[in-house]
């Protein structure tokens, strides 16, 4: 009996602990973030500018280098929605829709969260890696000793490429799984081109797209912050830098799915 | 030029609690070089971290160039960080940079200088450490020494009054202590600079030091020149600076007593 | 504190006078009066450094890159009256002997 109460006290202490753990990390992201917003939107009107030149060398890094993956992913997606959805739809005598569906699915869900996923697991991950180690060799101490801001330094111009690269690439995504899944509508599945055009230009609207592109700017701030968090809070050696990035790319794929949830229910009820 | 008094550090709550430091006091004069020497786990690197603000001490406060740096808000911060260099351990250059980029850093973003000013004042701080000739390599091409050396020119880039060493010599071969040593003397004097080293080399803190204090579980123990410290008939300051296994400062940093130890061990 | 400059021309010689602390935040300026200097049909420009307390590697790093331009504009660059600790600095640098150096203004108008 003794044992068994010990044993309860003992993991309520645990629980307590995990979630004052829990809580810990959240205001510390939530302060990071403050900083970060700070130092990217606010500061550069007080008299302290951008600097052009990192900001350039990460939206090659972000975007530029991230296209190819991109590209084909979300071509391969609208190729294996057109495959899936054929069959089910040449039941019903509607083939001709699978352009629609194709369309509205990738613009709509598929084309921001497989772009955010994708981007969580190369980008966030080398976020994390890069200024993890800068951090375990005291590059980042180094910083702030010679009275420079680490946040302005290493987060706002990898904020500002990813902000505007996500999007950038989610327009492409969507335009590359649209004509992935054109291509095999059109051959594989024999579908007339005109009838496939027709279908997918009804059922989308500009709309869709709009939505989407909101959605993947929050994903984009959820990577930048999760990856740059995970990085700062480092303390100790290289084998935690890996350790790191491993929680930095989970926690930020499951983030972008909780907001992904939230913004497409908040779609869904308000509009 | 720079004060400290009554400084006192602890880390953990409760049983756990750790006095890391207590009752630091130092004065660290103008153009003199103060090392502050000790074993590991002595707060001396504790000392260090107070000293350039990035730990707050649980009492006391430290005055830089009459600045109080506890307790000082953003901008006092900066300007407080703007008077001094500081030289990492490990040297800390930016991996990314090349040599110049990493000594030009700090006069890009804290002055307005030209580019090609910046240029030549790199150079000069490069042959002021021996480097000249390095402005286009990468950290990762450069020996231990040579990163030390480059870190050094660094620190110095906005002509500091102040600069703290962490370690300046620690994994380093004899000759390149010999040239660090030299160029810490060479800054100090011919500068002005004040200099406070952290270090565990004693041969090396003996050579260049005008003051020393050692550190012994987080107390002042010693402090004094050279010659006062060597002569010292403390025994414990006679076994750390002749580095022997059996003294008074203990080789095993465990309390127990070995044998209770062993007999309370317990196996679940 | 604020750095004062002005300048006298007298046969095609040039005086830099300079008043006040050559440190990081006076070297812009002081290069952006100098720079103009070289492109006028002066032979030789003398910087005059007698009210000078206190140069940092900033302001030697200015001066170095006078006698650039002097080099390539084929003209005559000469320092005069270096305070003693201005002249320590220069030392330091090791860069005392790359430029002429002169003790007064008489002396740096010899040969000009």
């Given at each position: 009996m003794r044992f068994f109460f010990g044993f309860i006290g003992h993991n309520a202490f645990q629980a307590w602990a995990v979630a004052e753990n829990f809580f810990k990390e959240i205001s510390g992201m939530y302060y990071l973030t403050r900083a970060t917003f700070y130092c990217t939107f606010i500061e550069p009107f007080r008299g302290k500018p951008n600097k052009w030149k990192p900001i350039w060398t990460q939206m090659e890094e972000v975007g530029v280098k991230s296209t190819t993956i991109v590209f084909l992913v979300s071509f391969l997606i609208g190729v294996i929605l057109a495959f899936q959805t054929a069959s089910q739809l040449a039941r019903l005598g509607a083939l001709d829709f699978v352009g629609a569906l194709v369309g509205v699915s990738i613009t709509r869900e598929l084309g921001p969260l497989m772009t955010a996923l994708v981007m969580a697991g190369r980008v966030g991950a080398a976020f994390t890696a890069e200024m993890g180690t800068m951090k375990v060799s005291d590059e980042i101490l180094a910083l702030e000793t010679m009275a420079l801001n680490p946040v302005k330094f290493l987060i706002t111009p990898r904020f500002i490429a990813i902000l505007v690269m996500l999007p950038c690439l989610t327009i492409m995504a969507d335009l590359m799984g649209i004509l992935g899944g054109f291509l095999i509508g059109i051959t594989t599945l024999g579908i007339d081109p005109i009838a496939y055009y027709d279908r997918s230009i009804e059922a989308m609207v500009i709309k869709d797209v709009v939505t989407g592109l909101i959605k993947s700017g929050v994903f984009a701030v959820i990577i930048v912050m999760v990856g740059s968090y995970m990085a700062f809070i480092i303390e100790g050696g290289a084998e935690k830098v890996g350790e790191n990035t491993r929680t930095s790319v989970v926690v930020s794929m499951i983030l972008i799915i909780i907001a992904d949830l939230i913004f497409t229910s908040l779609f869904f009820f308000v509009t | 030029m720079i004060k400290v008094n009554h400084l006192r550090k602890t880390f953990g709550e409760g049983d756990k609690k750790l006095i890391v430091l207590d009752d630091f006091n130092a004065h660290f004069e103008s153009g003199q070089i103060t090392s502050i020497i000790g074993g590991s786990g002595s707060g001396k690197s504790t000392v260090l971290k107070h000293l350039i603000g990035v730990y707050k001490p649980d009492s006391g406060d430290i005055i830089i160039d009459g600045d109080p740096l506890v307790n000082s808000n953003r901008e006092t911060l900066v300007r407080i960080r703007k008077k001094f260099g500081i030289m990492f351990q490990s040297g800390a250059l930016f991996n990314s940079l090349t040599v110049e980029d990493n000594v030009a850093l700090p006069l890009r973003e804290h002055t307005e200088l030209n580019e090609n000013t910046i240029k030549i004042m790199v150079k000069m701080k490069l042959e002021m450490v021996g480097l000249r000739g390095a402005e286009h390599l990468k950290p990762a091409q450069l020996s231990g020494g040579m990163i030390k050396r480059i870190a050094l020119a660094r620190a110095i880039a906005l002509d500091p009054k102040i600069v703290f060493y962490d370690e300046p010599s620690a994994g380093l071969d004899p000759i390149s202590i010999g040239v660090i040593d030299k160029l810490i003397v060479d800054l100090s004097k011919k500068m002005r600079i004040t200099s406070v080293v952290v270090t565990h080399e004693i041969p090396s803190a003996m050579r260049i030091s005008d003051k020393i204090i050692m550190l012994y579980k987080g107390k002042i123990i010693a402090a004094g020149s050279p010659e006062e410290i060597r002569n010292s008939e403390d025994p414990r300051i006679q076994q750390f600076i002749n580095g022997s296994?059996?003294?008074?400062?203990?080789?095993?940093?465990?309390?127990?007593d070995y044998g209770e130890e062993l007999k309370e061990m317990r196996f679940s | 504190m604020k750095v004062n400059l002005h300048s006298e021309e007298k046969e095609g010689v040039v005086t830099v006078f300079i008043d006040g602390e050559f440190d990081m935040a006076a070297s812009p300026k002081i290069r952006n009066f100098l720079a103009p200097l070289f492109h006028e049909n002066s032979r030789s420009i003398i910087v005059d450094l007698?009210?000078?307390p206190y140069i940092d590697s900033s302001g030697i790093a200015t001066l170095v890159e006078g006698l650039q331009w002097s080099h390539s504009k084929g003209k005559k660059f000469r320092l005069t009256q270096l305070s003693p600790t201005v002249k320590d600095v220069f030392e330091i640098a090791r860069l005392l002997t790359v430029f002429e150096v002169f003790d007064t203004i008489e002396d740096a108008l010899q040969g000009v």
């Open positions: - | 296994p059996d003294g008074p400062i203990p080789f095993s940093k465990s309390q127990k | 007698s009210k000078v």
